[in-house]
């Protein structure tokens, strides 16, 4: 199999902000493992078993969140590890003490991003990210711009990640997040700290994915995720913010 190549990325802190409410919060991470660049198309074709790539060294695009996630666990199997995430029709569970591949949380995708940096992008972005400002119309081959501290490639700019947990279940109910920015965004989001998102079947030719791996103890609760705030936050409680249509 083409090498998922992982970096080690040790315990800490990030601070996470919820545009909408307005708060802050400050998640404690285990440490984990996370790929050193995203997905490319020769990967995904040969876990999942399709034609060969016309890009191989690009990152995988259109991928719905439904399908990162079955990859996920493709490439768990073809390792003989234990699959992370087990269906119910669209429903998907996280076995959080299984130690195949995954989807980052936002949390971890977020610390593993910044590698200790605090401000918007991890170095000048026109030296480590590809966006509007390369004038390119595509996703360019993974590893083309220079590394964070962690040495991970393109966490920022090339194409959007998708990650575990749900972007505000109150107002977008399923809707997945991504993060990073991509090749056709403008610097303002191409931020360490901004959030997008979509349905977990929504695919476009500007997000893919970055695995991750590491079991931990407990259930429905790990690393700046659990079920139960997901519970919390989808609960509509007061007055609606001026312009906010809520789910239905």
Same mark, same amino acid.
């Given at each position: 199999m083409t090498d998922l190549e992982l970096a080690r990325i040790t315990g800490g802190s990030v601070t996470l902000h919820d545009a909408r409410t307005r708060t802050?919060?400050?998640?404690?991470?285990?440490p984990f493992e996370i790929g050193v660049y995203p997905v490319?198309?020769?990967?995904?074709?040969?876990?999942?078993?399709?034609?060969?790539?016309?890009?191989?060294?690009r990152p995988a695009v259109d991928v719905t969140w439904l399908r990162a996630i079955r990859f996920c666990n493709a490439a768990s199997e073809w390792e003989g590890l234990d699959p992370a995430y087990s269906?119910?029709?669209? +429903?998907?569970?996280?076995?959080?003490?299984? &130690?195949? @591949? !995954?989807?980052?949380?936002?949390a971890e995708w977020e610390f593993a991003c910044r590698a200790g940096s605090?401000?918007?992008?991890?170095?000048?972005?026109?030296?480590?990210?590809w966006t509007s400002a390369d004038g390119v119309t595509a996703p360019q081959d993974v590893g083309g711009k220079l590394p964070n501290l962690n040495g991970l490639f393109d966490t920022l700019g090339n194409v959007w990640e998708w990650?575990? +947990?749900?972007?505000?279940?109150?107002?977008? &109910?399923? @809707? !997945?997040?991504?993060?990073?920015?991509?090749?056709a965004d403008d610097a303002w989001?191409?931020?360490?700290?901004?959030?997008?998102?979509?349905?977990?079947?929504?695919?476009?030719?500007?997000?893919?994915?970055?695995?991750?791996r590491g079991g931990f103890d407990g259930r429905d609760s790990a690393q700046g995720w659990s079920a139960a705030a997901d519970a919390?936050?989808?609960?509509?409680?007061?007055?609606?913010p001026p312009g906010w249509t809520p789910r239905r």
């Open positions: 802050r919060r400050t998640v404690e991470l285990e490319t198309q020769e990967q995904l074709a040969e876990i999942v078993g399709e034609a060969a790539a016309r890009h191989p060294r269906f119910d029709g669209e +429903d998907v569970t996280w076995h959080v003490d299984s &130690d195949g @591949y !995954r989807l980052p949380t936002e605090t401000g918007a992008h991890y170095g000048p972005l026109a030296e480590v990210a990650c575990w +947990d749900l972007l505000d279940p109150a107002r977008y &109910d399923a @809707y !997945r997040v991504f993060r990073g920015g991509g090749f989001s191409v931020r360490a700290s901004t959030r997008r998102g979509g349905a977990p079947r929504m695919h476009h030719d500007d997000v893919g994915m970055r695995i991750a919390e936050r989808a609960a509509i409680d007061g007055p609606l």
